[in-house]
């Protein structure tokens, strides 16, 4: 998750901050992992998933890597990747793995989908009309490596809010 304001940066920053629990009820807050970076940007709204096949390559001990997914918001979107079970992160030297010409493209939400034996990523995502209009969506992106990834469909969004396409989560 993120944090608005954290203790120390200038307002409106944003940090990634996580927490840990053994039975999802208890909880313990963690150090911030994720900080603004002057070249790419802050950290806003992503996902953060544990790549048991090691589809990214970065394993190196017996932990599983954990991956974080989300918008440096002057690049787009971004991995990080933690072997010590999410004390420290590192930022994959191919950032971005995922951008577009024209408006953002944030939220990630990516999960395998064993079926197609690919990892499917929901995100906000924009695009433009055959009018010439910038229109809200959620694209649907697939990647068989975390790595690479590609456009496959779009649930367009009507001329209301965002509550089709923010924070998507399928």
């Not at 927490?19 to 992992?33: F, G, M, R, T, Y």
């Not at 064993?114 to 906000?124: K, S």
Request: with cysteine; hydrophobic share 35%; aromatic share 14%.
């Amino acid at each position: 998750y993120y944090q608005h304001n954290p203790v120390g940066l200038p307002a409106g920053n944003m940090t990634w901050g996580h927490a840990i629990s053994n039975d999802l009820v208890h909880w313990k807050e963690q150090p911030k992992v994720l900080f603004p970076d002057e070249k790419t940007g802050l950290c806003f709204s992503g996902a953060m998933f544990i790549d048991c096949k090691d589809r990214l390559g970065r394993k190196t001990g017996e932990e599983e890597v954990l991956v974080a997914f989300y918008l440096r918001t002057e690049i787009g979107l971004c991995m990080a990747y933690s072997n010590d079970g999410g004390q420290t992160f590192t930022d994959f030297e191919e950032n971005p793995v995922l951008k577009h010409l024209g408006a953002r493209i944030d939220t990630p939400r990516p999960f395998w989908f064993e079926l197609v034996r690919r990892w499917i990523a929901p995100t906000y995502d924009f695009f433009t009309s055959d009018e010439g209009e910038k229109r809200r969506c959620v694209g649907f992106y697939s990647s068989e490596n975390l790595k690479d990834w590609h456009l496959e469909s779009r649930v367009e969004q009507d001329d209301w809010g965002d509550e089709l396409c923010g924070c998507v989560d399928f």
